[in-house]
């Protein structure tokens, strides 16, 4: 990794030795003192920064969020709990996509169903510390899913912003029967978090969109747990993590992950994954920065994709992420609707069952292999990101049909020989 820059200066202000610096400006700020979300100079985005960043001989006990605490701003968090997912081996698939290695995280498999639980037990927990007592996010689903459960167990007010129409059933009931107040918005995600945003702004509730930094400082761990449990088996860390983007807050939190080990000495720079992001065709505008070589991302006003987790136009996380991407030698890709399903069954037929979006990952991965993006001796982890039944529509298309039988013993066997 070329530039690896994480500013030593602790503020005065710093508690405990945290503090928020601008990824734009360098400007620090207290932590907790007052709500914010984005810089006081520049409205760059902030960023969590640890005055001690530790090494693998510090974190203890099984595997969690919490195991990594000194790697948080907290030691314990509002938590249900999360974390500990499993690195699935997939041996057809890594045989059929071809290379050295495949392994599956998947981060479907944490309480909600989706990896926002670990951003949300840290962000939940800071929500307490600055006395705040309404949360909100906008949502493409499982960030809502997430916010509505880990609120209800703080005992705080939710607010969710969903696009109308956009969201998979199996995110709209969890938000709903977690008790969150659920808000349809006549227009896409990116609108909803542009109103959201206004509302935090006003003071009306603290956001808990992956734009609050401590989110992220959660979503790290994810890169931690793979790395510790990739190590277990071959002795060394991936070549390389592909992961769907929508926001691209996963995409800037592992960033940060490997930034804070090579910082403390724990990973060697040249060991650094290839981050490697994939993107729906129709919602692709960190694809076309990457491509095109653009250090600004285009917002696209017109977004669709089957996989509506990330049919998102404006990846807020942009400016942490393309970084990420760029420096680890990693790249962008999109992938059509239909290479997504045939992904997701794929996964689905090694007994993975994951949502849409999670299975961009994997196609991803198998565009690059055959184009010569991605070399057959490499070692490579898919993240997914959501479980199946999140989408129960997407998966029931994407499945076989059931087919009706009479009531009888021999007529069930006729129809199966039939
Ligand atoms: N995969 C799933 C299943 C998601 O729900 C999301 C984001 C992503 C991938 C993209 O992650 O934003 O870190 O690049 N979902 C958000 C939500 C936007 O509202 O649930 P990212």
Avoid at 81 to 103: C, F, K, Y
Avoid at 146 to 174: D, H, M, N
Avoid at 188 to 200: M, P, S, T
Avoid at 350 to 355: I, K, Q, S
Wanted: hydrophobic share 40%; with cysteine.
């Amino acid at each position: 990794m070329a530039d690896l820059q994480l500013r030593d200066d602790v503020p005065a202000a710093a508690d405990d030795g945290v503090w928020l610096a601008c990824v734009e400006c360098g400007e620090t700020f207290a932590p907790f003192e007052a709500v914010r979300y984005t810089c006081d100079d520049c409205d760059g985005l902030l960023e969590v920064r640890y005055a001690d960043l530790p090494t693998w001989d510090d974190f203890e006990g099984e595997r969690s969020v919490w195991r990594y605490s000194d790697a948080l701003p907290f030691d314990q968090g509002v938590s249900l709990p999360e974390g500990g997912t499993p690195l699935h081996r997939v041996p057809r698939l890594e045989e059929s996509v071809g290379v050295d290695a495949l392994r599956i995280k998947h981060e479907g498999m944490n309480p909600t169903g989706s990896f926002k639980d670990r951003g949300m037990t840290v962000g939940v927990r800071v929500a307490q510390e600055v006395g705040v007592d309404r949360l909100a996010c906008a949502s493409t689903g499982n960030t809502s899913a997430a916010l509505a459960a880990y609120g209800a167990r703080a005992g705080l007010e939710t607010l969710v912003l969903l696009p109308a129409g956009k969201v998979a059933a199996g995110k709209v009931a969890q938000a709903a029967l977690h008790g969150a107040r659920i808000l349809e918005v006549d227009g896409n995600f990116d609108r909803c978090l542009d109103i959201v945003q206004e509302l935090a702004g006003r003071g009306e509730a603290y956001l808990l969109n992956s734009l609050n930094p401590f989110r992220l400082e959660g979503q790290k761990t994810i890169g931690l747990e793979m790395l510790e449990q990739f190590r277990d088996d071959y002795g060394e860390v991936p070549d390389r993590i592909v992961l769907p983007v929508g926001n691209a807050g996963n995409t800037a939190a592992l960033y940060k992950c490997f930034r804070e080990l090579v910082k403390a000495g724990a990973l060697d720079a040249e060991e650094v994954p290839k981050l490697t992001g994939v993107q729906a065709e129709g919602a692709a505008p960190m694809v076309e920065a990457i491509e095109e070589g653009n250090d600004e991302v285009r917002r696209w006003e017109d977004v669709e994709t089957i996989a509506t987790a990330i049919r998102i136009g404006n990846p807020v996380n942009a400016p942490k992420a393309l970084p990420g991407i760029r420096e680890t030698g990693g790249t962008a890709v999109p992938v059509s609707d239909e290479a997504i399903t045939e992904a997701q069954r794929d996964l689905a037929g090694e007994g993975v069952g994951v949502e849409p979006a999670s299975a961009a990952s994997v196609a991803g991965l198998r565009k690059l292999r055959e184009r010569g993006g991605v070399d057959p001796d490499e070692q490579v982890v898919c993240l997914t990101t959501g479980h199946l039944l999140k989408d129960p529509d997407a998966a029931a298309a994407a499945g076989s049909d059931p087919e009706p039988v009479p009531d009888d013993a021999d007529a069930v066997l006729d129809h199966l020989e039939g």
